[in-house]
T-cell receptor
Framework: KQEVTQIPAALSVPEGENLVLNCSFT??????LQWFRQDPGKGLTSLLL?????REQTSGRLNASLDKSSGRSTLYIAASQPGDSATYLC??????????FGKGTRLHILP | KAGVTQTPRYLIKTRGQQVTLSCSPI?????VSWYQQTPGQGLQFLFE???????NKGNFPGRFSGRQFSNSRSEMNVSTLELGDSALYLC?????????????FGPGTRLTVL
């Protein structure tokens, strides 16, 4: 049974710093992993999708990596900005194709 | 290209009532998944529809049901509402819902049960 964990639950970082968000999963037989951003009371915005054959994906200041052997993915945010403040969720499928979400990391960028 | 739309955006119901939520996927997407999000449990998978057939189902009671129409639009119904059904209900669409397909979410429907 797939379990997805995100630690820490909350993080505050001064503006301009680089930061890393962590996601771990228990079943490494995944075909992809997706990172999302959620603003308060809103839906989810897809940030990056990493296929199982890839080790990383980049989009602007965001870089996501995937290490299936260790059951870990990281989301790197470069030169953080106050607009990056949001909850970041990762999601991975389990063996019967249900998507399992982590509880998210609530990120606060301090101006 | 229009994104995923959900209606209504907000709903207030009382215990025992029933509710129907609607989701229109991105044009060309054939898979629609539904999720319930609460502060305590996070995002939990409800069910997925593809080509008008339920292809996958989460661990929710039978009071939660759904359907998909030939134009891929989907509805979710909750009968005999309970206080614990208060949540943000999100739907997501993808091309086919299988490997390699990115999920795109709608803004959600906020359901409050009094």
């Amino acid at each position: 049974k797939q379990e997805v964990t995100q630690i820490p639950a909350a993080l505050s970082v001064p503006e301009g710093e680089n930061l890393v968000l962590n996601c771990s999963f228990t079943d490494s037989a995944i075909y992809n992993l997706q990172w999302f951003r959620q603003d308060p009371g809103k839906g989810l915005t897809s940030l990056l999708l990493i296929q199982s054959s890839q080790r990383e994906q980049t989009s602007g200041r965001l870089n996501a990596s995937l290490d299936k052997s260790s059951g870990r993915s990281t989301l790197y945010i470069a030169a953080s900005q106050p607009g990056d403040s949001a909850t970041y969720l990762c999601a991975a499928p389990n063996r019967d194709d249900k998507i399992i979400f982590g509880k998210g990391t609530r990120l606060h960028i301090l101006p | 290209k229009a994104g995923v739309t959900q209606t209504p955006r907000y709903l207030i119901k009382t215990r025992g009532q029933q509710v129907t939520l609607s989701c229109s996927p991105i044009s060309g997407h054939r898979s629609v998944s539904w999720y319930q999000q609460t502060p305590g449990q996070g995002l939990q998978f409800l069910f997925e529809y593809f080509s008008e057939t339920q292809r996958n189902k989460g661990n929710f009671p039978g009071r939660f049901s759904g359907r998909q129409f030939s134009n891929s639009r989907s509805e979710m119904n909750v009968s005999t509402l309970e206080l614990g059904d208060s949540a943000l209900y999100l739907c997501a669409s993808s091309l086919s819902g299988t490997d390699y397909n990115e999920q795109f979410f709608g803004p959600g429907t906020r359901l409050t049960v009094l």
